[in-house]
């Protein structure tokens, strides 16, 4: 069974950084995809960023050239790097996978990590 750990939130100033961790296990593929969603209370949750097996990555257009994803194959694990933070990046962020490629669309994806909140303040 896919389980997915998100962490690495917290609170940082605007213009800090954080860098969010999401554990993967249990792929009984090597063909899949991992991407970062956020969510604020009220609205929909929108995908930020995806990364798939053979590397290739997508952004939206509210977060490219300040965020980056990345991993670590001997961990198991997808990175989001999140610079110049804004306070509007304020969310809970979420981490997903399926098999397949990477996409930005929620529906996507069938398993999903818990919340870790990201509050920048101005």
């Known amino acids: 069974d896919v389980q997915l750990q998100a962490s690495g939130g917290g609170l940082v100033q605007a213009g800090g950084s954080l860098r969010l961790n999401c554990a993967a296990s249990?792929?009984?593929?090597?063909?899949?995809?991992i991407a970062w969603f956020r969510q604020v209370r009220g609205k929909e949750r929108e995908g930020i960023s995806c990364?798939?097996?053979?590397?290739?990555?997508m952004y939206d257009n509210s977060v490219k050239g300040r965020f980056t994803i990345s991993s670590d194959t001997a961990k198991n694990t997808v990175y989001l790097h999140m610079n110049s933070l804004k306070p509007e990046d304020t969310a809970v962020y979420y981490c997903?996978?399926?098999?397949?490629?990477?996409?930005?669309?929620?529906?996507?994806?069938?398993?999903w990590g818990q919340g870790t909140q990201v509050t920048v303040s101005s």
């Open positions: 997903a996978a399926d098999l397949g490629r990477c996409s930005l669309w929620s529906r996507t994806y069938s398993w």
């Open positions: 249990g792929f009984g593929s090597d063909d899949y995809a």
């Open positions: 990364l798939s097996s053979d590397g290739r990555t």
